[in-house]
């Protein structure tokens, strides 16, 4: 096992933090996009997050990370397997970060047949794609603004029904592949397209620390952790726990958090004012504002939280158009 | 033997329970009644139940003779063509060494709904095909002279945000219907809506139970409507009417009368009665004609008097109300100049916006590229784009069956003979072949952009402008990556290197000053310097050099007169990267006496002239109701 920097360890960005913390508690946020330059903490962030996330139990030996529990989303098989009457194998493991590199072909993301051996051997065989192995998980795209479009596409095609489908060389596969989006850009390389942006239920920018001191934290905490990383994980051990153990409470208080009518109409009318495009935003604020208050310890949602929310959620989805900047709000 | 499974199921939120988009419903509801409309375009912003809507019909369509249910399918981005319109079976070649058609997901759409989410970002050939299928209510497959056809009568449904750039215009004129759609504006109605849509989240099957009741009925009286049609009757001079409304509306061929009528005649069955009303026609007339007029309002005009006793009486206040207020006109390009406007430095604001013709050149060199984009067609490096022929060429692992068996069958007997039985077709290292590849790449757009005092006479930078931002919105709806070098004064400087921000580069174009002197060559030679950093990071690059200058170059390095040195640079620049192509765009005021240098330019370029205002494409059919509330 690799030496995680532990995410309790990280200096500062709050919100950063806190954004991915809310989309553990309510994995229905969908996601997170970080904006920002290089090198602040936002890889770091995203992988030390593995170690806060909550345990999901899966069938065994499937590749596409079926839950025992949910027939309906099963891989075919293994709902075969379960119409049959089979007690399936379980396994409990924590909820995974999977990570997809920039160069990868879209093969590689949907799956795959090996159509030169099916073809030599009359056998057809499917390699699953990373979109299955994140099923349930955490999909992590460093620099997803520079992803090839046709990779882009299919990552909205299953983000938008839950379903990666498999359609070449006569064979038409589906699996569930509902995961919650990470990604991060550096603006200046290039913008996300509308629908991709809209996919992430959260955004955050993250810029470097400004004060001298937490900069110097920064440096002197990485040069331990460099130095002897498992004794720098043991220092931070206890509040690793204290924080895994919070999470754990909020993801169990979420369910129970409500939500007043004078709350969802202040959601509204922020969005109106605001003018977001289409409903998704007023959507994922409510559910951001609830994992707040679960975060919070509170059952229900107050108006701070959906201040809180609506800054992570609105931001990115206020109305407009490609260089809307430069052409006033009705020109193109 | 893989198990193709299609029915992974989500729970999805019932039509029945989608808060307002009252004429999407309408629209899908109509198209149900009587596919024959020729399907739904849902135009619009994000996360406004378009798709939810597509996707929430499946459950209202009548059942099949037999009972069974109507597919719903659903046409990934990513599909490739063989597996739209169908391709050979390989377990049947090979197991069987039977030729057989395998079918594609038109096939399995038969009777039921095509889905096309984001229908403009699909590659133009398999919108050609789906379209094609749609309306023929057919498809043949031509392969390898092999012929298969087979009956593909579906729904066709397709959202597009139009930011993403728009369908061709023949293709939008396929579809039936198109509904622009936008987020509710009352606070009341998105409570209500988030509250709807809480408890789906919370509970989507006891949700979905809830809702059971209205779903029945609704399909009750869809299937009940769909009994009734073939009873509605539309009278002769109604059919006038509809003439009248598409004649007064500039519509182009008669696909709109068609859908009018028939949504008329399914409104009308849907409303439980026979006869088509002047209103029923008034009612369904926007949704044929919003994607085939000219930007505008509707002109619908007041229903013609009832001829008999059961006509309907002649007034539709609710369809007046319907039609959009007229748009303003463009506005002019100069608006009025800034005070200032005459020192030397001179930040002249950027002209209205047009839509760009192609410029480029078709080049087809047998490159393949990586990436993707809509502007030049390429031999594609993946497995994206049409399968134009096969090659023995090994290394993408992009197998072509059909050619692959074509290579092996004339070795069948004397592998049989010697490997004993088995398979149906013995396969061997030699025979593969993978498939070629066309598609279309993204490009690369270098701007080479006069600064000079000279642009600034008579306002010529805000026209100039006007034509880099309309190129830089046609690049971004291309994917190309752009770049930009401005020379004035002494010198020229990369503005902007390569990037895929096509908005910083707007954004950097905005405050580009004028002023100083013309130093063409410099600006050649920076484009020379961009062109070659650029071509070793991707040799397989296409670029596109834009050149935005009059041509009166009066700044040089040496003893040559300066225009006579650009002239020469620009051959050097021509030798030495044959792969770009170059446009010269001149920006010398017409009407005013022309020097022509421009043009000598482009020919020392060896690259296509235009003048600013040959630019603008020729503007066929542009959206009438892009309404924003």
Same mark, same amino acid.
């Given at each position: 096992?690799?030496?995680?920097?532990?995410?309790?360890?990280?200096?500062?960005?709050?919100?950063?933090?806190?954004?991915?913390?809310?989309?553990?508690?309510?994995?229905?946020?969908?996601?997170?996009?970080?904006?920002?330059?290089?090198?602040?903490?936002?890889?770091?962030?995203?992988?030390?997050?593995?170690?806060?996330?909550?345990?999901?139990?899966?069938?065994?030996?499937?590749?596409?990370?079926?839950?025992?529990?949910?027939?309906?989303?099963?891989?075919?098989?293994?709902?075969?397997?379960?119409?049959?009457?089979?007690?399936?194998?379980?396994?409990?493991?924590?909820?995974?970060?999977?990570?997809?590199?920039?160069?990868?072909?879209?093969?590689?993301?949907?799956?795959?047949?090996?159509?030169?051996?099916?073809?030599?051997?009359?056998?057809?065989?499917?390699?699953?794609?990373?979109?299955?192995?994140?099923?349930?998980?955490?999909?992590?795209?460093?620099?997803?603004?520079?992803?090839?479009?046709?990779?882009?596409?299919?990552?909205?095609?299953?983000?938008?029904?839950?379903?990666?489908?498999?359609?070449?060389?006569?064979?038409?596969?589906?699996?569930?592949?509902?995961?919650?989006?990470?990604?991060?850009?550096?603006?200046?390389?290039?913008?996300?397209?509308?629908?991709?942006?809209?996919?992430?239920?959260?955004?955050?920018?993250?810029?470097?620390?400004?004060?001298?001191?937490?900069?110097?934290?920064?440096?002197?905490?990485?040069?331990?952790?460099?130095?002897?990383?498992?004794?720098?994980?043991?220092?931070?051990?206890?509040?690793?726990?204290?924080?895994?153990?919070?999470?754990?409470?909020?993801?169990?208080?979420?369910?129970?958090?409500?939500?007043?009518?004078?709350?969802?109409?202040?959601?509204?009318?922020?969005?109106?004012?605001?003018?977001?495009?289409?409903?998704?935003?007023?959507?994922?604020?409510?559910?951001?504002?609830?994992?707040?208050?679960?975060?919070?310890?509170?059952?229900?949602?107050?108006?701070?939280?959906?201040?809180?929310?609506?800054?992570?959620?609105?931001?990115?989805?206020?109305?407009?158009?490609?260089?809307?900047?430069?052409?006033?709000?009705?020109?193109? | 033997?893989?198990?193709?499974?299609?029915?992974?199921?989500?729970?999805?939120?019932?039509?029945?329970?989608?808060?307002?988009?009252?004429?999407?419903?309408?629209?899908?509801?109509?198209?149900?009644?009587?596919?024959?409309?020729?399907?739904?375009?849902?135009?619009?912003?994000?996360?406004?139940?378009?798709?939810?809507?597509?996707?929430?019909?499946?459950?209202?369509?009548?059942?099949?003779?037999?009972?069974?249910?109507?597919?719903?399918?659903?046409?990934?981005?990513?599909?490739?063509?063989?597996?739209?319109?169908? =391709?050979?079976?390989?377990?049947?070649?090979?197991?069987?060494?039977?030729?057989?058609?395998?079918?594609?997901?038109?096939?399995?759409?038969?009777?039921?709904?095509?889905?096309?989410?984001?229908?403009?970002?699909?590659?133009?050939?398999?919108?050609?095909?789906?379209?094609?299928?749609?309306?023929?209510?057919?498809?043949?497959?031509?392969?390898?002279?092999?012929?298969?056809?087979?009956?593909?009568?579906?729904?066709?449904?397709?959202?597009?945000?139009?930011?993403?750039?728009?369908?061709?215009?023949?293709?939008?004129?396929?579809?039936?219907?198109?509904?622009?759609?936008?987020?509710?504006?009352?606070?009341?109605?998105?409570?209500?809506?988030?509250?709807?849509?809480?408890?789906?989240?919370?509970?989507?099957?006891?949700?979905?139970?809830?809702?059971?009741?209205?779903?029945?009925?609704?399909?009750?009286?869809?299937?009940?409507?769909?009994?009734?049609?073939?009873?509605?009757?539309?009278?002769?001079?109604?059919?006038?009417?509809?003439?009248?409304?598409?004649?007064?509306?500039?519509?182009?061929?008669?696909?709109?009368?068609?859908?009018?009528?028939?949504?008329?005649?399914?409104?009308?069955?849907?409303?439980?009665?026979?006869?088509?009303?002047?209103?029923?026609?008034?009612?369904?007339?926007?949704?044929?004609?919003?994607?085939?007029?000219?930007?505008?309002?509707?002109?619908?005009?007041?229903?013609?008097?009832?001829?008999?006793?059961?006509?309907?009486?002649?007034?539709?206040?609710?369809?007046?109300?319907?039609?959009?207020?007229?748009?303003?006109?463009?506005?002019?390009?100069?608006?009025?100049?800034?005070?200032?406007?005459?020192?030397?430095?001179?930040?002249?604001?950027?002209?209205?916006?047009?839509?760009?013709?192609?410029?480029?050149?078709?080049?087809?060199?047998?490159?393949?590229?990586?990436?993707?984009?809509?502007?030049?067609?390429?031999?594609?490096?993946?497995?994206?784009?049409?399968?134009?022929?096969?090659?023995?060429?090994?290394?993408?692992?992009?197998?072509?069956?059909?050619?692959?068996?074509?290579?092996?069958?004339?070795?069948?007997?004397?592998?049989?003979?010697?490997?004993?039985?088995?398979?149906?077709?013995?396969?061997?290292?030699?025979?593969?072949?993978?498939?070629?590849?066309?598609?279309?790449?993204?490009?690369?757009?270098?701007?080479?952009?006069?600064?000079?005092?000279?642009?600034?006479?008579?306002?010529?930078?805000?026209?100039?402008?006007? =034509?880099?931002?309309?190129?830089?919105?046609?690049?971004?709806?291309?994917?190309?990556?752009?770049?930009?070098?401005?020379?004035?004064?002494?010198?020229?400087?990369?503005?902007?290197?390569?990037?895929?921000?096509?908005?910083?580069?707007?954004?950097?174009?905005?405050?580009?000053?004028?002023?100083?002197?013309?130093?063409?060559?410099?600006?050649?030679?920076?484009?020379?310097?961009?062109?070659?950093?650029?071509?070793?990071?991707?040799?397989?690059?296409?670029?596109?050099?834009?050149?935005?200058?009059?041509?009166?170059?009066?700044?040089?390095?040496?003893?040559?007169?300066?225009?006579?040195?650009?002239?020469?640079?620009?051959?050097?620049?021509?030798?030495?990267?044959?792969?770009?192509?170059?446009?010269?765009?001149?920006?010398?005021?017409?009407?005013?006496?022309?020097?022509?240098?421009?043009?000598?330019?482009?020919?020392?370029?060896?690259?296509?002239?235009?003048?600013?205002?040959?630019?603008?494409?020729?503007?066929?059919?542009?959206?009438?109701?892009?309404?924003?509330?």
């Amino acid at each position: 096992m690799m030496n995680v920097y532990p995410f309790v360890a990280i200096v500062g960005q709050e919100m950063l933090k806190k954004s991915l913390i809310l989309n553990v508690i309510n994995p229905g946020l969908s996601g997170v996009l970080i904006r920002g330059d290089k090198g602040t903490a936002k890889s770091t962030a995203v992988r030390a997050l593995a170690d806060l996330l909550p345990e999901i139990a899966v069938v065994d030996g499937d590749p596409f990370q079926s839950d025992p529990a949910d027939p309906k989303t099963m891989a075919p098989d293994v709902r075969a397997r379960f119409a049959a009457g089979e007690d399936l194998p379980v396994r409990r493991r924590k909820v995974r970060v999977v990570e997809l590199p920039i160069s990868a072909t879209e093969d590689r993301v949907v799956g795959t047949l090996d159509l030169e051996r099916a073809l030599k051997e009359g056998r057809k065989t499917i390699e699953p794609g990373l979109l299955a192995s994140a099923h349930r998980g955490i999909l992590y795209v460093d620099e997803v603004n520079l992803l090839d479009d046709h990779v882009v596409d299919v990552l909205l095609d299953s983000a938008a029904m839950g379903v990666n489908t498999v359609e070449r060389e006569g064979i038409s596969f589906s699996h569930a592949a509902r995961f919650t989006l990470i990604g991060t850009m550096n603006p200046e390389e290039g913008e996300l397209r509308p629908q991709l942006l809209d996919r992430f239920g959260l955004c955050v920018h993250v810029a470097g620390l400004n004060t001298p001191q937490e900069r110097v934290e920064v440096v002197k905490r990485r040069a331990a952790f460099e130095e002897n990383p498992e004794s720098f994980a043991e220092r931070w051990g206890e509040e690793t726990a204290h924080l895994r153990d919070a999470v754990a409470a909020a993801i169990r208080l979420c369910p129970e958090v409500r939500a007043s009518d004078e709350i969802l109409l202040s959601i509204a009318e922020r969005a109106l004012k605001l003018g977001v495009d289409g409903h998704r935003a007023d959507i994922v604020t409510l559910k951001a504002a609830k994992a707040l208050a679960a975060w919070n310890g509170r059952d229900a949602v107050t108006l701070v939280d959906v201040d809180a929310a609506a800054s992570l959620a609105l931001a990115h989805r206020m109305r407009r158009r490609p260089f809307e900047d430069v052409l006033g709000p009705h020109a193109a | 033997m893989v198990v193709i499974d299609r029915e992974v199921v989500n729970w999805s939120y019932p039509f029945s329970a989608i808060v307002g988009q009252d004429e999407l419903k309408l629209a899908l509801v109509l198209v149900a009644v009587n596919p024959a409309i020729g399907g739904v375009l849902a135009r619009g912003e994000k996360g406004t139940a378009k798709s939810t809507a597509a996707r929430s019909l499946r459950e209202l369509l009548p059942p099949l003779p037999g009972g069974a249910r109507p597919a719903f399918v659903t046409l990934p981005l990513g599909a490739a063509e063989d597996m739209v319109v169908g =391709a050979l079976d390989f377990e049947a070649a090979v197991r069987e060494g039977e030729i057989r058609f395998q079918p594609g997901l038109l096939a399995r759409a038969d009777r039921g709904v095509l889905y096309v989410d984001e229908v403009n970002l699909l590659d133009d050939h398999l919108v050609e095909c789906v379209l094609g299928a749609a309306e023929s209510g057919e498809n043949v497959v031509e392969r390898e002279g092999q012929s298969f056809r087979h009956a593909a009568r579906f729904i066709l449904i397709g959202t597009m945000n139009p930011e993403e750039g728009e369908l061709r215009p023949q293709l939008l004129d396929r579809f039936g219907f198109a509904v622009a759609v936008s987020g509710e504006t009352e606070p009341g109605v998105r409570v209500a809506l988030l509250r709807r849509r809480e408890e789906f989240d919370a509970a989507p099957e006891a949700f979905c139970a809830a809702h059971a009741d209205a779903e029945a009925d609704l399909a009750a009286r869809i299937g009940a409507a769909r009994d009734r049609l073939h009873e509605v009757r539309i009278s002769e001079h109604l059919c006038g009417f509809i003439a009248e409304i598409c004649s007064r509306n500039h519509v182009a061929g008669h696909r709109a009368d068609l859908a009018i009528s028939r949504g008329a005649m399914a409104f009308a069955a849907w409303e439980g009665r026979a006869d088509v009303t002047a209103d029923d026609i008034l009612k369904v007339a926007p949704l044929a004609l919003l994607h085939r007029t000219r930007a505008g309002a509707l002109d619908l005009p007041p229903p013609p008097e009832p001829r008999d006793a059961a006509g309907e009486p002649a007034s539709s206040p609710e369809a007046a109300a319907d039609a959009p207020p007229p748009q303003e006109p463009d506005s002019p390009m100069a608006a009025p100049p800034p005070p200032g406007a005459e020192l030397q430095d001179d930040v002249q604001e950027t002209g209205a916006a047009f839509s760009v013709r192609r410029i480029e050149r078709q080049s087809l060199d047998r490159v393949p590229r990586i990436g993707s984009g809509r502007r030049a067609r390429s031999r594609s490096a993946s497995k994206q784009g049409r399968y134009v022929k096969s090659t023995a060429a090994r290394g993408r692992g992009d197998l072509a069956l059909d050619a692959t068996i074509r290579a092996a069958a004339p070795f069948q007997q004397a592998r049989r003979a010697a490997a004993g039985p088995g398979l149906a077709i013995h396969i061997r290292e030699a025979d593969i072949r993978e498939k070629v590849r066309e598609r279309r790449v993204g490009s690369f757009l270098l701007f080479v952009v006069d600064g000079s005092g000279s642009m600034g006479a008579q306002r010529r930078m805000v026209e100039t402008k006007a =034509a880099i931002l309309s190129l830089l919105l046609d690049a971004y709806q291309k994917r190309d990556t752009v770049a930009m070098v401005v020379f004035r004064g002494r010198t020229a400087e990369v503005v902007l290197p390569p990037t895929s921000s096509v908005e910083r580069a707007a954004k950097l174009l905005a405050e580009l000053p004028v002023g100083g002197r013309t130093p063409l060559t410099a600006g050649l030679g920076e484009a020379a310097g961009v062109l070659r950093q650029a071509l070793r990071k991707d040799p397989t690059l296409i670029p596109l050099v834009v050149v935005m200058t009059d041509g009166r170059a009066n700044a040089g390095f040496g003893t040559q007169p300066p225009h006579a040195e650009a002239l020469r640079a620009a051959e050097a620049l021509r030798e030495r990267y044959p792969a770009a192509q170059f446009v010269v765009v001149d920006t010398e005021v017409p009407g005013a006496v022309r020097l022509g240098l421009a043009n000598k330019l482009a020919a020392a370029l060896d690259g296509t002239y235009f003048q600013v205002a040959d630019l603008r494409a020729e503007d066929l059919v542009s959206i009438a109701k892009e309404h924003r509330p």
